[in-house]
């Protein structure tokens, strides 16, 4: 990931334009008089040797001839000429490159065809890789970023940059809006436009050769002028840099996306959409309009809570139907205590019943509205209140609206919809000014509702502390790899039943003793043997469902039954699936599912994102009922537990009802499975069906892994990245004890912020620059859940012991900007374990893997005060420096690779 020049091309001082071509017509034209007639300030050099001028403006015959270095430059001629034009122009001193080519191609009959960006590149055998290579490569020794290829542009409105090929200026405003279709973006600045809503950046990604939405979102983040993002995508290449790039913008700024779903990839592709948008702290939405209104609620709006809603209306039966609309949009009406209720009635309408939804009837007014919301927004189980109000008899629209502002003051969600046209847009225009979101009918307010609650579920994953796992468990991680090899060896790319069971053994998830047969008479001796009933499975690598092909037999009472049963059962899988290789027969001893629930856990592998975790209801009709949530690893045992809430079955698991279970169980088996995938690459597909829960045990009964060759890590194809055991180091002192420097783990949190609450406050002021008594949940939660792909944080612990039960001794961490370029370090040492040297150990440690990623300064701010962190900074070779601004902080550094 890296922003690195991306503020040439949106804050750029001087730009070119190159094109071809006599006619006054075309991009160059277009692009020209935009950037003219949008009032940037800086010059606008074209270049154009077949032209005097474009808009106006003197053309120059090329780039050494330019009297000043353009920092931007606009290519409009053709893909082909792009190498050598941005060779020309690196060395020259241009950073940023913006691809806004059109061609025109003539077929044999002489027709021409205009091709945008995307569809010129159909003329190449390979579909422009080849180009793109020699593009990139060009660009790469001058550090120039290239923007596209693509047929729209984008503008800045802010700065008064207008590099598009749009015929409608975007307004300014604080929204980014990032589109990967330029017909989607024309139709959102028009929509934008007629109703005043207006940019910090309207940006057509294009074919994302070089900068795409993980850089840009990188960038928005660091934009001052920019308060929410939009996107419409379709889909992302650099999965781990969009997911990381995602999650560190989430937790400062909304980002809301509008993707289509496509029905080609199927519904698990876009399932792990849904899950990667969660993960990301993203809010999803489903048309243009509720993007821009999810942007305007998020940032008008005071947060919620939880989907509780209050409704308050004059018409019942308005109110009615937006309860209606609200439950089926899974939110819920809040409770009223019975104390607040009679007070309604005395208060608003005497002799009539309140109850939620609050009808106030027809003749409502101000008065009424406004004692309410005083009696409402006190009640402790609404995260809001939903304001209708719909034309009366006696319609005092605009002073009721008064009467809502006039409480707005509260630190409680107040939305409103005053229902109507003409009549009531003065009304609205005072919720607008008042800055309370303001809805024309009462489904799109509960469908914003529904989505700050959701919005804020997301905020609220992304900083939950995770319970300490519940056990430990160490997988077998080299007898699973050595069965897959094996398969693999053998040609085959599914583990038969037995082989499969020992995997899932291999990771200490208990499955049903089985024993192996390879004929029928084999599997009668075995039913012998165990003299108890028995099922018999077919183990084959070519059948997946055993049931379609009569591969399976239960309840089988005697070893004459198991013979003539597996005897039947050869011949008719030979007649239902003839090429069927039959390794055998799997022969296991029957389990009683009495009081058991069924469901089924596995994995996925996507084709933008990796692999995925699934978790549902289970048994032989698991497609049938569809019950069934994903959600990318790692998980930890929230995640895991958050995985399950999307299923209609954790109601039931959760509800009890006579049949507990062990949800803990549950949970720790789902981070079994995610172990599994960081651990095994040639996993790419896994379905353990059925598993039976019940109160004291868990127990899968079948699974069907599909694998495949790999050469990469297994940690590669996954789209966040995992916990980096293997940076964990255990260290031994003279006097014996021992201690674990391992990276911070979420699960950490808790002895994070004891660590905080015993060290003297003086140590707190010196790492945190201010006095701080209780290190706060948030921000807690921020330094414990780290994306490792651009942060990291080392603790010292106690050895052999599990995360959230392992004191922790001391801390450090650096945060490294996402060029990689520079990183800054921070630690925080118990001083009652200063003099073993705890603190010089943790500094070379992140020393060392500063450099292992090729990060090139490491950097502090230590106040002038903290003697033996500079003397410490000193001995391992920093420099050390004032700082202008504060003359009590000093600025250390030291140089890296």
């Known amino acids: 990931m890296t922003i690195r020049n991306l503020e040439y091309l949106f804050k750029p001082r001087s730009i070119a334009v190159i094109g071809r071509g006599k006619k006054a017509s075309g991009s160059d034209v277009t692009v020209q008089f935009n950037l003219i007639e949008g009032g940037f300030k800086g010059p606008v050099m074209p270049i154009n040797p077949d032209q005097q001028s474009v808009s106006g403006v003197l053309a120059y015959r090329d780039i050494a001839s330019l009297p000043v270095t353009p920092e931007l430059a606009i290519l409009t001629t053709s893909l082909d000429e792009a190498p050598t034009l941005i060779s020309e122009l690196g060395a020259r001193g241009t950073r940023a490159v913006l691809l806004l080519s059109r061609e025109v191609l003539q077929d044999h009959r002489g027709t021409k065809t205009a091709l945008l960006s995307p569809d010129l590149l159909r003329k190449h055998s390979d579909d422009g890789e080849a180009l793109k290579h020699k593009i990139l490569e060009a660009a790469k020794p001058y550090l120039l970023r290239v923007m596209g290829p693509d047929h729209l542009g984008y503008a800045v409105p802010s700065t008064h940059l207008n590099a598009s090929l749009s015929c409608t200026r975007p307004l300014a405003g604080h929204i980014a809006l990032l589109c990967q279709s330029a017909a989607v973006m024309r139709s959102v600045i ?11 950046h309207v940006i057509s990604v294009g074919m994302r050769w070089d900068v795409d939405f993980g850089d840009l979102i990188d960038y928005l983040l660091r934009d001052s002028n920019t308060r929410a993002i939009l996107m419409y995508m379709e889909n992302t290449h650099n999965r781990r840099k969009f997911v990381s790039a995602a999650r560190a913008a989430g937790r400062i700024k909304p980002l809301i996306v509008l993707k289509p779903r496509d029905f080609r990839a199927g519904p698990i592709e876009d399932a792990v959409y849904d899950a990667v948008f969660q993960r990301a702290g993203i809010l999803r939405v489903n048309n243009i309009e509720q993007l821009f209104s999810a942007a305007e609620t998020l940032a008008t709006a005071k947060p919620v809570y939880s989907n509780r809603l209050t409704l308050l209306s004059n018409s019942y039966s308005l109110a009615l139907l937006t309860s209606d609309t609200l439950l089926r949009h ?17 208060d608003c309408r005497p002799d009539y019943p309140i109850e939620n939804p609050v009808d106030l009837g027809d003749m409502a007014g101000p008065e009424e509205y406004g004692k309410a919301l005083d009696l409402l927004l006190q009640e402790p189980g609404a995260d809001g209140v939903l304001v209708i109000h719909a034309p009366a008899s006696v319609d005092r629209a605009m002073d009721s609206a008064r009467a809502v502002i006039e409480r707005a003051k509260n630190r409680r969600l107040i939305m409103s919809c005053w229902v109507g046209e003409s009549s009531v847009e003065p009304a609205r225009d005072l919720f607008r000014a008042a800055h309370i979101p303001t809805y024309e009918a009462p489904g799109e307010a509960v469908e914003a509702f529904m989505r700050l609650a959701q919005y804020r579920r997301n905020q609220e994953l992304l900083i939950e502390t995770p319970p300490s796992i519940p056990e430990g468990f160490t997988p077998d991680i080299e007898t699973a790899r050595r069965i897959i090899q094996i398969a693999l060896t053998a040609g085959r790319r599914r583990l038969n039943a037995y082989e499969a069971s020992q995997v899932l053994s291999a990771y200490e998830i208990r499955t049903v003793p089985l024993q192996f047969a390879s004929t029928p008479e084999a599997a009668s001796e075995i039913a012998l043997e165990l003299r108890e009933p028995v099922a018999l499975k077919i183990l084959s690598p070519d059948i997946t469902n055993k049931s379609e092909v009569g591969g399976v037999a239960f309840g089988l009472n005697n070893p004459l039954e198991v013979l003539v049963a597996a005897a039947g059962m050869l011949e008719q899988v030979h007649q239902l699936a003839p090429d069927a290789v039959i390794d055998g027969f799997a022969v296991q001893p029957m389990q009683s599912r009495h009081n058991a629930y069924e469901l089924m856990i596995g994995v996925r592998t996507g084709r933008r994102f990796g692999p995925v975790i699934f978790f549902g209801q289970g048994g032989t009709e698991a497609e049938v009922i569809d019950d069934v949530a994903y959600a990318l ?5 929230q995640l895991a537990r958050d995985l399950m809430s999307r299923t209609r079955l954790y109601r039931q698991l959760s509800a009890h009802r ?11 088996t789902l981070i079994k499975v995610s172990q599994m995938v960081i651990d095994l690459a040639e996993v790419i597909e ?4 059925p598993i039976w829960v019940r109160s004291d045990n868990l127990l899968a009964l079948d699974a069907n892994i599909l694998i495949e060759t790999s050469t990469a890590p297994a940690t590669q194809r996954l789209a966040i990245s995992p916990y980096p055991k293997e940076l964990e180091r255990r260290y031994e002192l003279p006097d014996g004890r021992a201690f674990l420097m ?4 979420p699960e950490d949190e808790p002895e994070l912020r004891d660590l905080v609450r015993r060290i003297p406050s003086e140590d707190v002021r010196m790492r945190f620059f201010q006095p ?6 948030e921000m807690a939660a921020r330094l414990t859940q780290l994306d490792y792909e651009r942060e990291m944080a080392f603790i010292v612990t106690t050895p052999d012991s599990l995360p959230g039960k392992s004191r922790i001794w001391g801390v450090v961490r650096c945060n490294a900007d996402p060029d990689m370029e520079k990183a800054e370090y921070s630690i925080l040492v118990d001083r009652n374990m200063t003099g073993l040297g705890l603190g010089p150990m943790l500094m070379r440690y992140i020393i060392d893997y500063a450099k292992s990623r090729g990060i090139k300064e490491l ?3 230590v106040l002038r005060e903290n003697e033996s962190m500079l003397r410490l900074n000193r001995a391992l070779h920093f420099r050390v420096s004032a700082t202008p601004d504060d003359p009590g902080v000093l600025h250390v550094s030291l140089l890296l690779n």
């Open 190 to 200: 028009d929509w934008a436009t007629s109703r005043d809503i207006g940019f910090s």
């Open 330 to 346: 899974g939110g819920r009406l809040a409770e009223i205590s019975a104390a607040t209720r009679e007070q309604l009635a005395r």
């Open 633 to 637: 690893p790692p998980l930890n045992m």
């Open 658 to 668: 006579g049949r507990p279970v062990d949800l803990d169980a549950i949970t720790l």
């Open 686 to 689: 896994m379905d353990i069906n």
């Open 742 to 745: 391992r990276p911070i783990l």
């Open 772 to 777: 701080m008594r209780e290190l706060p949940h």
């Open 859 to 861: 950097y502090g701010e």
